[in-house]
Every structure is written in structure tokens, then in C-alpha cells.
């Protein structure tokens, strides 16, 4: 039987393998979704969850999550990757104030990397933007001056195209609040 710090050990590897996945693809696999999923509900009947989270409060915290973030996905602002992913967050945290924390700093990083993507979208149609595109190496302008996908315009409905991996944030959100907090944390 697995102990709560190896549990701990590849929760934490599972959060970092969302996030780069996330981060490089803006996607989160529906099997890494079950992988977090199968690890909290074990960790639940074994009783050997990390965070000392009772099942009927991780289940609320996982409902709480998923009911919460599925209005931005009926409203095409966020993939059901990030949807589902929060929902494990929830289950692994239950609904606690972690998890709101989890969410407030997932939502800061999102908000810092859409605001950049505005800036980049503003820079490229300035004549400083033009004069980078001609003189910075092939990789640094593909890098910042990548071809706009929300560009194109057509009467035809588009499929859902992120640009800000929300999961990935969130995951590195959870991963600070574990790594900085965890002697403060329930154990």
C-alpha cells in the first residue's frame, strides 16, 4: 500500500506533467484526467489522502469545481480539459479555501498570459512590431509573431481555440500553495 508522502510525491509529478502538457499543447488529455482522478478516489478509500480531505468533502469540492467552471466552457471561454481538470483539483483539496486559492492564482496567471497575448496582437500591427518581424531571428519572431488564429473570420462556427491553458496555470498554482504551505497544510 502506497504511503501519503509517495502519494504526495506523484501527485505533485502528475501536476507537473499537466502543466507542461497543458502549457506546450493547450490541451489536457482526457486519460491524465483519469489518471488524478483514480489517485484521489484511491487516496480516499484508503484513506491515505494527503490533505486529510473527508470523501463527502472531496466530492463536494470536486461537484463545487466542475459546476463552477462549466459556464465558461457552455461559453467557449475555457476547454473541458481545464473543466474536468479543476474538478480532480477539487477532489484532491475538497471544497476548502485551497481551493479557492488554487483558483484565484490559476486565474491570476491566465489573466497575466492574456494580457500579454493582447500586447503581442497590439505590438504586430505597429511599426515596431514590423521592424522586429524583419530584423530578430526566424525562431523569436515565429516565438512572438505567430499567425493569429482568432484572426480569421468566417459565418461558419469555429471550433473552440485556447489560447490561455488554464489548467496549466491552475496546476502550477497547486503546486506553489504544496510546496510553499505543506508543514501548514493538514497531514
Request: hydrophobic residues 60%.
Amino acid at each position: 500500500m502506497p504511503t501519503p508522502a509517495f502519494l504526495m510525491s506523484t501527485w505533485l509529478l502528475w501536476l507537473i506533467a499537466i502543466a507542461v502538457m497543458d502549457l506546450r499543447t493547450c490541451k489536457v488529455r482526457n486519460w491524465m484526467v483519469l489518471l488524478g482522478l483514480g489517485m484521489g478516489l484511491m487516496a480516499l478509500a484508503t484513506d491515505i489522502q494527503p490533505f486529510q480531505v473527508t470523501a463527502w468533502k472531496a466530492l463536494l469540492g470536486m461537484l463545487v469545481a466542475f459546476v463552477a467552471l462549466l459556464p465558461f466552457y457552455a461559453l467557449r471561454w475555457m476547454g473541458a480539459g481545464d473543466v474536468k481538470f479543476a474538478a480532480v483539483i477539487g477532489l484532491w483539496f475538497g471544497l476548502s479555501s485551497y481551493l479557492l486559492i488554487i483558483w484565484i492564482g490559476g486565474s491570476l496567471l491566465a489573466g497575466i498570459h492574456g494580457l500579454l497575448v493582447l500586447a503581442r496582437r497590439r505590438l504586430q500591427m505597429t511599426p515596431v512590431g514590423s521592424w522586429l518581424q524583419a530584423h530578430l531571428p526566424l525562431r523569436a519572431t515565429t516565438v512572438l509573431f505567430a499567425p493569429d488564429h482568432h484572426a480569421a473570420s468566417s459565418s461558419a462556427p469555429r471550433p473552440i481555440e485556447r489560447s490561455i491553458p488554464y489548467a496549466g496555470y491552475m496546476a502550477l498554482a497547486a503546486i506553489w500553495l504544496v510546496l510553499a504551505f505543506e508543514p501548514a497544510l493538514p497531514n
